[in-house]
């Protein structure tokens, strides 16, 4: 065989084989995180949050997941750059995450790669599991910087207190917003909810 025929057929099987595995990687990049997996899951770290202080209140940026957002410059970081309070919160003696008075936002970032079709599933048989203490009052999809977003509003007459959670894929994340309060001030604090959501954020990452 001559030579540089057969040189021609090495490198066109040497083209193949590292398409092969780009596709290979390609395809394997683009799977879905399956649902038994997603309690594994990684979270994106807290110092990843990064706050910055504007005329407007608390810039916070998260660039390597992708999301930035406002909080009011009077409101508190008691734990993380991913957990926000309002300036008038008391919490319960006996447990941090009940309050007596006040708001609270809280957000985190899952490393896994779905669809909104499967994570609205996920989420309701969530609710029917816990349907024995927590009571869903209203579900809805809603518009949330370009995504679509799941808006479950709820409450657990055991804590007396109420929770909304906005829940979002993006790219290769899930997003969770937690908006809680005590029951008596839901309403007070839903108006509060309303303008941070007006201030997310979604970009690259």
């Given at each position: ?13 040497v ?25 594994e ?23 390597k ?13 008691k ?47 969530n ?32 804590l ?9 894929p ?35 990452n």
């Amino acid at each position: 065989m001559d030579k540089r025929l057969a040189k021609k057929i090495f490198v066109f099987f040497v083209l193949i084989l590292i398409l092969g595995i780009g596709g290979f990687f390609l395809w394997k990049n683009n799977q879905e995180t399956p649902p038994e997996k997603w309690m594994e899951a990684k979270m994106s770290p807290i110092e990843d949050f990064i706050i910055k202080e504007t005329p407007e209140g608390k810039l916070v940026e998260n660039k390597k997941a992708g999301i930035s957002f406002k909080i009011p410059t009077d409101w508190i970081i008691k734990e993380d750059p991913s957990s926000f309070y309002s300036p008038d919160t008391k919490f319960n003696e006996k447990r941090s995450d009940i309050l007596e008075t006040g708001c609270r936002i809280y957000i985190y970032v899952s490393y896994i790669r779905t669809n909104i079709d499967t994570l609205e599933k996920i989420v309701n048989e969530n609710f029917l599991q816990l349907s024995s203490v927590i009571k869903l009052d209203q579900f809805q999809k809603i518009e949330l910087s370009g995504q679509t977003a799941l808006k479950n509003k709820y409450y657990v007459e055991g804590l007396k207190m109420s929770y909304i959670s906005i829940d979002f894929p993006f790219k290769n994340n899930i997003y969770k917003i937690i908006f809680s309060s005590p029951i008596q001030e839901s309403e007070r604090c839903d108006e509060e909810f309303n303008k941070f959501l007006g201030s997310v954020s979604m970009g690259p990452n």
